[in-house]
């Protein structure tokens, strides 16, 4: 690391993966520091740092200076497993700062005291270092792949633990659509086939979380619940909580959810398509992650709930390590529960690939309705909310005309589409981050369906945007938009924006509103694409939003 780094990390402030720290701080507190970064997501820890970002120097530790070959060491011989870190003394203008950066830990790791210590942040945004419950350390040692929780074994479980009907509902949906060998198996065999049990004879928390009876489920996993909730104008219309076994609760939530999702239909072409306010597929598949990747060591519910246009699944326990909403697209699939996932794939009650996610998203966007929503995840659940409203008819039968004509969408396809459609343009780097790639991969996406006849391009180099095209708004039966779209009316806007901004300073999404009579997203919008083509600068964030003109 050099000054220049040093000076970026300075200005960031703490965070979740960086650290200030100033003397007095003897070895067992730096070890402990270490144990935190190292059970989150690594980081780097600057000692000689105020919190505030302001650099006094850090005391020399090892007589007239740093040995930072001599703190490694003590890092590694200190921790359990060793954590190997890198270590530098750099030399501000106002005194030497220790550098340490600690990658993120394959395993739990504590002090060799035994101190468990992990990161979080405080209500305030704050990041800081907790003690670790023993249940947080299996469930992070889960998180990161380093153990099964479902697969350790229950001593006080037995088979009289388990459901017969159980088993046989494996058997049923193994048959008609995984594993048909499953279900031609014993009971003791079908069990050894799926892994829940071991050589020994001793049952493992996934026998019982899959075939155990409820009654036995309450007992020996009690951190297990689902929950059906329907709350209309803030009333509470149902509200069951039950300790159902998880293949007979995927398909009891399922059934619960089904009054509530009504179908319509469109014409396209000769034929009826039917297009439910949350596609099954992707109920389906959210509620397999929510019962399989759950965090099992803590105590909460699967929790299904519908609120007017909007159904919520959470489930309790973070992403597995190094998943996020920004990444969630691309990251290699990882299952917090790998036997539990298992067992659902060999049932086919979820995708063999791991690619259930990408499922959900392409289902949704197919029957002309928004993506998922996981901005509500936090380190302590994950929430994916659905938004039902009214259905874009238009786009949904052009999908499917055009699928069916043998000119299939990809995901990224159908998520650059329905953005144009309701934001009227996209940039590079707005699909890029969209589609969760750089922006010369989201560029591949774009030409490609230029070439197909699909997007226009405008303008050049940083400037440039895509549209629809004029054949796809013929097809949509929106002829006359295309022509609007091509009008006046946004340059008109803009001309409005850039006024007011030169002889205010700035602008603020509700000034727009007023200035050119739009609502609050109509307003967004334009200055969004005034931004994406490099007209205004943001500065400030959500509320506090303002719009200067760009240099």
């Not at 730096?30 to 820890?45: D, I, K, R």
């Not at 209500?123 to 990161?144: D, H, T, Y």
């Not at 209309?232 to 219309?237: G, M």
Request: charged share 25%; aromatic share 4%.
């Amino acid at each position: 690391m050099d000054l220049e780094a040093l000076s970026q990390l300075l200005v960031g402030g703490e965070t979740f993966t960086t650290e200030f720290k100033t003397d007095p701080f003897n070895d067992a507190e730096l070890v402990e520091t270490v144990v935190c970064l190292a059970n989150g997501s690594g980081g780097c820890l600057l000692v000689g740092v105020r919190d505030d970002g302001t650099v006094v120097g850090a005391r020399r530790r090892h007589d007239a200076v740093t040995d930072p070959v001599r703190v490694r060491a003590l890092i590694a011989n200190r921790t359990d497993p060793a954590v190997v870190a890198d270590v530098e003394v750099l030399t501000h203008h106002d005194g030497d700062v220790i550098v340490i950066v600690v990658p993120q830990a394959r395993s739990v790791v504590c002090t060799v005291d035994g101190k468990f210590v992990r990161r979080a942040m405080d209500v305030r945004g704050k990041p800081q270092c907790l003690p670790m419950r023993p249940n947080e350390v299996v469930a992070r040692a889960g998180s990161i792949g380093a153990q099964d929780f479902a697969a350790l074994a229950l001593p006080d479980a037995s088979p009289a633990d388990l459901s017969i009907a159980e088993l046989d509902r494996l058997r049923r949906l193994a048959v008609q659509g995984g594993d048909r060998v499953l279900g031609e198996l014993s009971d003791d065999d079908l069990l050894r086939a799926v892994g829940v049990v071991s050589l020994t004879g001793e049952l493992s928390v996934a026998a019982v979380l899959m075939f155990g009876t409820e009654a036995a489920i309450r007992r020996l996993v009690p951190t297990h619940e689902v929950a059906f909730q329907v709350i209309q104008s803030l009333e509470v219309r149902v509200n069951r909580i039950e300790s159902w076994p998880l293949v007979r609760a995927m398909e009891e939530l399922f059934a619960l959810l089904a009054p509530f999702n009504p179908e319509e239909e469109i014409q396209v072409g000769l034929f009826r398509v039917g297009l439910p306010r949350y596609a099954d597929v992707a109920v389906r598949e959210l509620l397999a992650n929510a019962l399989v990747h759950r965090d099992y060591t803590a105590r909460g519910q699967v929790l299904v709930q519908l609120e007017d246009d909007e159904l919520r699944v959470t489930s309790p326990g973070s992403f597995p390590a190094g998943i996020t909403p920004a990444n969630l697209l691309v990251a290699p699939p990882r299952a917090r529960n790998p036997l539990l996932a298992d067992i659902f794939k060999r049932a086919g009650l979820v995708e063999r690939t791991g690619r259930g996610v990408s499922r959900v998203y392409a289902s949704q966007l197919a029957a002309g309705h928004p993506p998922p929503d996981y901005g509500r995840t936090t380190d302590a659940w994950v929430e994916v909310r659905l938004r039902g409203g009214p259905v874009d008819r238009l786009l949904a039968a052009y999908i499917h005309e055009t699928g069916r004509q043998g000119q299939p969408f990809s995901l990224s396809d159908l998520l650059v589409l329905h953005e144009v459609r309701h934001e009227r343009r996209i940039s590079s780097a707005r699909a890029g981050e969209l589609l969760q790639v750089g922006q010369e991969e989201a560029r591949v996406v774009l030409n490609r369906l230029v070439e197909r006849g699909m997007l226009e391009a405008r303008g050049e180099n940083k400037g440039r945007t895509y549209h629809l095209a004029a054949a796809v708004y013929r097809r949509l039966g929106e002829a006359s938009a295309y022509v609007r779209m091509r009008g006046f009316d946004t340059l008109q806007q803009e001309q409005i924006v850039m006024m007011f901004v030169e002889r205010h300073g700035s602008i603020n999404r509700t000034q727009v509103g007023e200035l050119c009579q739009l609502g609050s997203e109509q307003a967004s919008r334009l200055l969004r694409r005034m931004r994406d083509d490099g007209k205004l600068i943001l500065t400030g964030e959500r509320r506090a939003a303002h719009y200067l003109k760009a240099e």
